[in-house]
């Protein structure tokens, strides 16, 4: 009976309904009052978001006596529902929840109808049915919206922590990416593999306890990863495994070829700095031909210094330059005789007029102030490109130095 034509409705269902169009205001007092007590989470919503969620019920009620009346309405009439509902509520009430509502209103509908003949509990199954599916439907898109739009905003923040254009929007955005990390932050640049698996990154991300933001850009796969941690712990962060290793984890998920490891920062708003330098240390990988995979950027600095990479110079300069000079110049002189002479410790001693045991001796008191030991080839070439950068630097800075007179600048010295 419930399948009848609109146009020809037999008495007994011309009666229902109208019984039921009578009786809605009520059916929708009383579900309220059910949902309240029946859903906690529906009593501790805001009075804004209840009044919403019983506007639902209400359309829910009319659409199905609508229905009743006309059952080939259901499709326009079952995605109405959720027309009534603002967008935010999608938001805010999760897909089970929306089922709960659905099967408390239903309850409350049977209760009511059970004299009204099986009929009207058919239709009423065969109605809740239909609006479970649309409701499905209903926050199936909004999730591939949701998701599309995350990946956009995503792809937008890596694009700017690549480039170094950050602005006051981008802790915003990272908010709104739904990123955990409130500790260190390092970049991983490689290559995309021809079958790039997005969810197994960020699966075994959650598994070694980072976040990541994930930046395809065509054959280059960029990972910004940062450890999570709860910003709400009263506790200290516990300080989590080095990034290399959580870099060689990772390293399956991207194509072949090299991999580089940006130095770690403080905190993701200073991403641009690792990034700068794995960026250029990637683009210059292929000079060593023994490269790890992964390799960290700064073990890749001569390369990146020849390139061209003003980072990389003033790294070297700043990190291993300066502060022998500024340790002793005995220190310098030493490292330079030793790297001059194919790291012969008899060599350098000659030139030095020193006992062997005082070279090594300042070797390693060089591996003790800046953490290289220039025994070996690797660190020993890093070593010396530090040497030079620094003493052409140091010799530019005599050239240009102002010439005084009276303790006035005439000009300035450009002597060759």
């Known amino acids: 009976m419930a ?6 409705i037999p008495q007994d269902k011309a009666e229902t309904l109208a019984w039921l169009r009578k009786i809605s205001g009520d059916l929708a007092t009383v579900t309220t009052k059910r949902l309240e007590e029946r859903l906690p989470w529906y009593a501790e919503m805001p009075p804004a978001r209840r009044s919403s969620v019983g506007l639902v019920a209400q359309a829910g009620i009319t659409s199905f006596i609508q229905w009743y009346e006309d059952p080939t309405s259901t499709p326009w009439i079952a995605a109405d529902i959720f027309a009534a509902a603002p967008r ?4 805010s009430v999760s897909l089970q929840q929306t089922l709960q509502l659905i099967r408390v209103t239903v309850e409350v509908t049977e209760e009511r109808v059970a004299g009204r ?11 809740s049915r239909d609006v479970a599916f649309t409701a499905a439907d209903v926050y199936a898109r909004a999730a591939e919206a949701r998701g599309l739009w995350d990946a956009r905003l995503e792809a937008l923040v890596v694009d700017s922590i690549l480039t170094g254009e950050t602005d006051d929007e981008l802790p915003s955005r990272i908010a709104a990416l739904g990123w955990h990390g409130h500790g260190e932050v390092s970049v991983l640049v490689g290559t995309t593999p021809p079958m790039f698996d997005i969810d197994q990154v960020r699966r075994t991300a959650r598994k070694l306890g980072v976040d990541v933001l994930v930046g395809v850009q065509g054959a280059r796969l960029v990972l910004v990863i940062g450890r999570a941690q709860d910003p709400a712990a009263d506790a200290e962060p516990a300080e989590g495994q080095p990034f290399l290793d959580i870099a060689l984890v990772l390293e399956p998920c991207f194509g072949a070829g090299h991999l580089v490891l940006g130095p770690t920062v403080p905190a993701l708003v200073d991403a641009s700095l690792s990034a700068r330098a794995a960026l250029a240390g990637f683009a210059v990988a292929s000079g060593w031909r023994h490269a790890p995979r992964p390799v960290e950027a700064d073990d890749l600095l001569p390369e990146r210094a020849l390139a061209g990479d003003p980072l990389a110079r003033t790294t070297l300069v700043e990190r291993i330059y300066r502060p022998l000079l500024a340790h002793s110049a005995d220190l ?4 330079w005789s030793y790297l001059d002479n194919g790291r012969s410790l008899e060599a350098t001693a000659r030139e030095l007029f020193v006992h062997p045991n005082t070279v090594r001796y300042r070797l390693k008191r060089v591996s003790e102030i800046i953490g290289w030991d220039a025994t070996g080839p690797r660190e020993a070439l890093i070593l010396q490109t530090a040497l030079i950068l620094g003493s052409i630097g140091a010799a530019e800075g005599v050239r240009r130095r102002p010439t005084r007179r009276n303790g006035q600048i005439l000009s300035t010295s450009h002597k060759q």
């Open 3 to 8: 399948n009848a034509p609109a146009g020809d």
């Open 88 to 91: 935010e509520l999608l938001r």
């Open 117 to 127: 003949g099986g009929h009207v509990h058919e239709a009423i199954l065969e109605y």
């Open 332 to 335: 310098v002189a030493t490292l």
